[in-house]
């Protein structure tokens, strides 16, 4: 490994370029796939190879190749600087990246079991376990269950003497159960509440997903028959398997640095939170603190370094409801507007990345990619049954679903999986026809009470797109449950 | 990295013979891929990779499992088929097994231009060069993405079955923005051959749009007669071909389910102006010959004159329903007619006008509602003139309810991988107002 290591940042070097790093990982996916009684896939799929960054006069210029041989790595550390020398012309911002430690360092997603040595068998059982389950239900007609796990092993080294292996590890179970109505020709649809990890098999065990079937199958069936919702402002509550994904869109994606000064402007779009909104923004009510982390047990984003070989860390996007920071790389932190910014509101000054750079692949350019985010747990005593308690007239929601947001975080509109009616302090039943639609800084200032540590759990996503050509990053978004006042529903039928 | 036809065939005839399975069945791809993208009229990144990738599924009776990998050593293919074996060796029998495909006649497509697999980071970044350009000129900010690729794909089992194709396509896009972020312009092509890809005309596109919606009125949400330029009708009218599926449909679980039972083919479920259909051979699109499994791409009509004449059929579903496979749909095809995009703004009394749209996403499967927004030129268009920009707003709105109220369309363009046309619709429903530019 190290004679590969070294012929890219040596070739780089000797050749003129200012920065070099070189990514040598491998992939390994297993995905089985069921519904009702059959195994519709089992794959595994393995992906090797490596890719060289280099920084020539302050233009990036990035190869990778799947043919790890001594020549080969060679070949593509030039294929890079050429690269970069084609774009110099048009390089009128050049590249600059903050400092970093280098380290020699080794890092392991903490697992217990690792997915891979279990036997596809046991995985088989399990689901089909769970198809059964569920369909034992009357009503519910169809069940789709899923296991995905994932491995990404790499080894960095950098031209600033880093040599850093990792190993991380994701897994996710998930379920869907159908229930149809024939002679009506309607269905509904219900996604067990179980998200993505960056553990290991025992996540998967401590799921009870087969426990969980008959429960989502009912749920399934009662959609069908609920009560279509009034539109109107109502006060919500969100779980935290539903409020991960507000979280994902509205903080997590406006925080992003790059989003706010344009570089993704062709793409995802820019973001409302501008550079000389920080520290001065009131973006949510005063107990609504957002932190940003890679360093969780648990998260999808968790690791030990990043793609730049910046250590991991933690710091506040939100702190008591005011706007303070953003998401960072080291070619980001120098940014004269975001510095500018900084010392206008008075804030500390920061000369290191946050560890936010991350590519999906060998072949990936790394990039700034979202850390996991995390809404702080509320600082007294309050569990759901009191939160409900204390509502008069509102829904309750749990999962998620269909998620829209615009391309400068505005405006979003969020559906569920379950939406239960609250009346007086009471679930009084389902209704059905259910998304609520909002202004993000609006949103979160009619945040008026979040649940303590107790109710804190982590949702999250495999699957984060962004960049072009498009990435997917994983990353996990810890909350309580939370009350939202007067936010606008709608009903969602439509005839056509 | 592109394997000839007679390399990949010695590849995959090679991996067949590691294995003792009842079938199997080897897919390569692979290729070159270089991209360009900037930002704030400079270049960000750019980077250039080169990928080869092996598939095997394999079966024992009705048992199959999936392996993949990147490494072509005869130890790493002999690891691929073995994790396959051992994987399917642990599934069930599958009730829906049907068996691989024997040979198969392919239609004659090819979807190459060697100017476009010899693109070099120059030419990029000289077609970047002229989209900043103009943008600096104006006091304007563009940030965009130019890429190109040529790939391979080849696929054989051991019953004989083997195709084999090179593809290459190019695609170009940008974003302008005025400095004040009140004013937000989009242009893109693409196509098969790079020289066909109009940077300049995208570009300047961005660029006029950039300064068009950049003082934008409010107009209030509400339900308006619209018209979609051909980008906003492929982002919005593809979801409705996702529901194309005939076993979803027949399953109770698609918008082309009929109550009671059964589908709906041979139902009117759009105006008789829609005719909505894919083929592979159509020279601006150029679709892949076949696909994954091997079966032969195929020109399907899937609604004529607003009858549903056809769903979307795999092999299993076909045999139990006594149906042959159609293929997927390789690309959309929506017929149009005559005249361009600014003659049907200047038949129009008055509508909004939809550059394209933004995070859809569907809210409700049974009527294919969807939800997202409009994005980069929203604007008012009156007695057959464009007024003025205005907001962008967030819509709630069917697919399949625009298909029942087209009341006109320009001939279909190119727009990625589908021909669509500028429609007209009586009505569209916007539900909110968004802020952003």
Known sequence: MKEFLDTALNTATANGADYADIRISRHKNQSIRTRENRIQSISNSESYGFGVRVLVDGTWGFAASHRLTKNNVANITMRAMEIARANRVVQRIPIRLAEVESYEAQWNSPIIKDPFEVSINEKIDLLLMVNAEALKIKGAKYCSSSMLFMNEEKHFASTEGSVIHQNLHRAFPSFTVTAIDSERGEFETRTVDVLPMGLGYEYVEQSNLVDQAPKMAEEAVRKLTAKSVEPGPKDLILHPSHLWLTIHESVGHPTELDRALGYEANYAGTSFLTVDKMGKLKFGSDIVNFVADKTITGGLATCGYDDDGVKTTEWHLVKDGIFIDYQTTRDQVHWEKYQAARRSAGLPEVNRSYGCSYGDSWSSIPFQRMPNIHLEPGKDALTLDDLIADTQDGIYIVGDASYSIDQQRYNFQFSGQAFFEIKNGKIVGMLKDVAYQANTQEFWNSCDAICDERSWELGGTYYDGKGQPGQSNAVSHGCSPARFRNVNILNTQKQI | ?437
């Open chain 2, 1 to 437: 990295m592109i394997l000839s036809e007679s390399e990949s065939r010695r590849i995959i005839e090679r991996t067949l013979s590691f294995s003792s399975a009842d079938e199997i069945r080897v897919n390569l791809s692979g290729g070159r891929s270089g991209n360009t993208r900037f930002a704030l009229n400079s270049i960000t990144t750019s980077g250039d990779e080169d990928t080869l990738n092996v598939r095997v599924l394999v079966y024992f009776g009705k048992q199959h499992a999936t392996a993949s990998g990147t490494e072509f050593t005869d130890d790493a293919l002999q690891k691929i088929v073995h994790t396959a074996e051992e994987a399917a060796l642990f599934a069930p029998e599958d009730p829906e097994y049907v068996p691989e495909l024997q040979p198969q006649v392919y239609l004659p497509i090819t979807p190459y231009f060697s100017n476009t697999a010899a693109a070099t980071p120059e030419l990029r970044a000289k077609g970047v060069q002229s989209s900043i350009e103009p943008s600096i000129n104006k006091d304007l900010i563009s940030a965009g993405f130019f890429s190109n690729r040529h790939g391979f794909s080849a696929v054989g089992n051991n019953h004989n079955l083997f195709g084999y194709y090179q593809s290459t396509n190019a695609s170009f896009s940008v974003t302008t923005r005025t400095q004040d972020g009140l004013g937000s312009g989009w242009g893109s092509d693409s196509a098969r051959n790079i020289d066909l890809v109009d940077y300049q005309a995208a570009s300047a596109r961005a660029l006029e749009k950039a300064e068009a919606s950049s003082s934008s009125k409010t107009l209030e949400p509400g339900t308006y007669p619209v018209i979609l330029e051909p980008q906003a009708v492929s982002d919005f009218m593809r979801f409705g071909s996702y529901a194309l599926n005939a076993r979803s449909a027949d399953e109770g679980r698609s918008f082309f389910s009929k109550a009671g039972g059964g589908n709906k083919t041979g139902e009117k479920v759009a105006g008789d102006n829609v005719t909505m259909r894919s083929d592979p051979t159509h020279p601006e699109l150029l679709g892949s010959p076949f696909g994954g499994d091997g079966q032969p791409a195929k020109k399907n009509i899937w609604i004529k004159n607003g009858v549903l004449t056809q769903l979307y059929y795999g092999r299993y579903w076909a045999k139990k329903q006594g149906k042959e496979p159609t293929g997927y749909p390789s690309n959309i095809i929506i017929e149009g007619e005559q005249g361009t995009l600014d003659e049907l703004i200047s038949n129009t009394d008055r509508a909004v006008l939809v550059t394209r749209f933004w995070y859809i996403r569907f809210v409700d499967p049974q009527s294919l509602l969807l939800t997202g927004l409009t994005r980069d030129g929203t604007f008012w268009v009156e007695n057959g003139r464009i007024k003025h920009a205005i907001k962008n707003f967030r819509f709630n709105e069917s697919p399949m309810a625009v298909f029942n109220k087209i009341t006109g369309m320009s001939e279909p363009v190119r727009v990625g991988g589908s021909m669509v046309p500028a429609i007209r619709a009586s009505e569209f429903t916007f539900s909110s107002l968004s802020d952003a530019v």
